[in-house]
């Protein structure tokens, strides 16, 4: 196998043997394949464009198949043989309805792929059709390659949540299937493969723009809303992942049952929603980001629930207590595919839960978009009077890596006049800082999950307009962490707005050749992070 998708990779340059993420052989085999098969429905899609076939059903397919190709979702080979056969079916139906819409199909090379009919068959045809499996490929364009196809996995992940919820756009599926296109037929020339990097990162905008839509229209702009930390004398389920709808229907699900539901790791944000936090039985969250499942999820003394990444194999201690959803899959655990959560319910009702109220202290949520907007005349008059020195978005994922320390202590060591607006799972390792405030407006703000990207996004574009300045220019730096590659496609997004000067960490992705770096330093100045005393003093001088 080979695999240097993530962050974790090994040696920082790829798992050969198995995943450290626990990634074994033959479910990437399968998930390269798994790709392969997609980029084959795409070409099928590109050229139905062309003669007005249009199939809603296979940009659906497309969306959650990819989403399960990302790290730590889905570690379930069986369930990628049958991903993998219906993707195939869809190709073929596909193909023969573009071919009678008198549409041209020409497949080249290791296409149209004809799906062996067992799981040790897909397998070997996996290894021959990975991206690495391409002879004589350049380097840097490989890389290019790589970049495109790891964002365009991240593009679909959002695509897919704001799906859920009603927001769509054609555009997105078009990019999508164009990518996967290029991708299959692979000849282009370095320039155009960088283009299509950055058209990813404008598509990602705009997927990000259809997930905020698609989550405040169905729940609500976020409200600044404290979550206990501690816990509820009572039976719990854990909910972890991003899947607002997931959340949502287990909160109807479990209402007048006596169980009280507490976020892990992403699903933190949750609370500020008021469609969500409306459930008197929504309580608070438990634990931290989730490398630390495996601790956190054996003390919890109730059913657990994954409704999208990052699970890691599940332990002996809490193995019949977590349940997946969605795209997630682990061989072995229960599955829900249709959102009726009743065995999550009876496994919570069937376990202790807390036999007594835990106190613990609390974290404020909710500092999305509109919350830091509507305080924008305060924001912009405490930096024009010199209160505000500097804005910090220290944000991205978490990981294992001691390296990652870095991002705890740079929070601890910024000066009292900066602010720092976090998002995703990185917070966790300074979310629960006391930072105090500035004039009232908190020096510690939690814009909400990965998914909510959009929201800094226009917190940064409408500061630079009332400051009447570029975002470039503005007095904020971005810190940023990656782990997976959701993390690719917002960082494309960053690139594409032509933001400058970030700050990347705990290691640069080891799909960037040396070359391309050199093009993202020379044009961007995109630079790894160093230490927290180093990096600060740069900033603010
Ligand atoms: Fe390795 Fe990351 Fe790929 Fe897992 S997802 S196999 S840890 S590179
Ligand atoms: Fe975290 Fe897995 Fe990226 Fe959503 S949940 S940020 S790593």
């Known amino acids: 196998m080979f695999c240097y998708q993530c962050e974790q990779t090994a040696k920082g340059e790829g798992c050969t043997k198995s995943g450290v993420c626990g990634k074994q052989p033959d479910v990437a085999a399968l998930q390269d394949l798994l790709v392969h098969t997609l980029a084959e429905l795409s070409h099928c899609a590109v050229a139905g464009r062309k003669v007005g076939v249009v199939d809603q059903n296979v940009h659906a397919f497309t969306l959650e198949a990819l989403f399960a190709t990302l790290t730590n979702v889905d570690f379930d080979a069986d369930r990628f043989v049958v991903l993998i056969n219906r993707c195939v079916e869809l190709r073929d139906a596909l193909k023969a309805k573009v071919l009678a819409a008198g549409g041209r199909i020409e497949f080249q090379g290791n296409s149209p792929l004809n ?24 380097p840097d364009v490989r890389s290019l390659q790589h970049t495109l196809l790891f964002g365009v996995k991240g593009v679909a992940a959002y695509a897919y949540h704001a799906r859920i919820l009603g927001q769509e756009d054609q555009k997105v599926y078009d990019f999508i299937d164009d990518a996967l296109d290029a991708l299959l037929t692979g000849n282009m020339p370095l320039g155009d493969w960088l283009a299509v990097v950055l058209k990813c990162g404008e598509i990602n905008l705009r997927t990000m723009e259809l997930l905020d839509l698609a989550n405040t229209g169905a729940y609500g702009h976020p409200v600044p809303t404290v979550v206990p930390l501690g816990a509820k004398k ?7 992942g991003h899947d607002l709808k997931d959340l949502e229907d287990l909160l109807v699900q479990t209402e007048g049952k006596g169980i009280y539901v507490y976020t892990h790791g992403e699903m933190l944000p949750a609370h500020g929603y008021p469609g969500l936090k409306k459930y008197a039985h929504f309580y608070g969250h438990y634990g931290t980001a989730w490398q630390n499942q495996h601790k956190e999820f054996a003390e919890f003394p109730g059913a657990i629930l994954m409704t999208t ?6 332990q002996e201690g809490y193995k019949d207590n977590i349940f997946t ?5 682990w061989p072995g655990v229960r599955h829900i595919p249709d959102r009726s959560f009743t065995p999550v319910i009876e496994r919570a009702l069937s376990l202790p839960g807390f036999e007594a109220d835990r106190n613990g202290r609390s974290v ?6 509109q919350t830091v907007l509507g305080v924008a005349d305060k924001v912009i008059e405490a930096v024009k009077e010199g209160k505000i020195r500097h804005f910090f ?6 990981g294992a890596k001691p390296g990652r320390n870095y991002y705890t202590e740079f929070v601890e060591k910024l000066p009292q006049d900066t602010v720092v607006l976090t998002l995703a799972c990185g917070k966790f390792r300074f979310f629960d800082k006391n930072l105090g405030d500035i004039g009232g407006i908190p020096r510690l703000l939690d814009v909400g999950q990965c998914n909510d990207a959009y929201s800094a996004i226009q917190v940064a574009v409408a500061l630079a307009q009332a400051f009447n300045v570029g975002v470039n220019e503005l007095p904020l730096s971005m810190i940023l962490s990656w782990y997976e590659q959701k993390a690719v496609a917002i960082l494309l997004t960053l690139l594409y707005l032509g933001i400058k000067d970030m700050r990347l960490g705990p290691s640069l992705p080891a799909f960037i050749t040396p070359n391309i770096l050199k093009v993202l330093v020379e044009n961007y100045n995109i630079k790894p992070i160093t230490t927290p005393e180093e990096d600060i003093k740069a900033i603010l001088g």
């Open 115 to 138: 799906p062996e009919t067992t799981k040790e068959g897909l397998v070997k045809q996996g290894e021959g059709v990975s991206l690495d499996a391409k002879p004589g490929t350049d």
């Open 234 to 240: 009572g039976k719990a389920i854990l909910v972890s």
């Open 309 to 314: 990444n990052c699970i890691q194999k599940p």
């Open 325 to 329: 959803a969605g795209t997630v899959g």
């Open 364 to 369: 404020t949520v909710g500092f999305a978009r």
């Open 393 to 398: 978005l220290v944000a991205g994922c978490d």
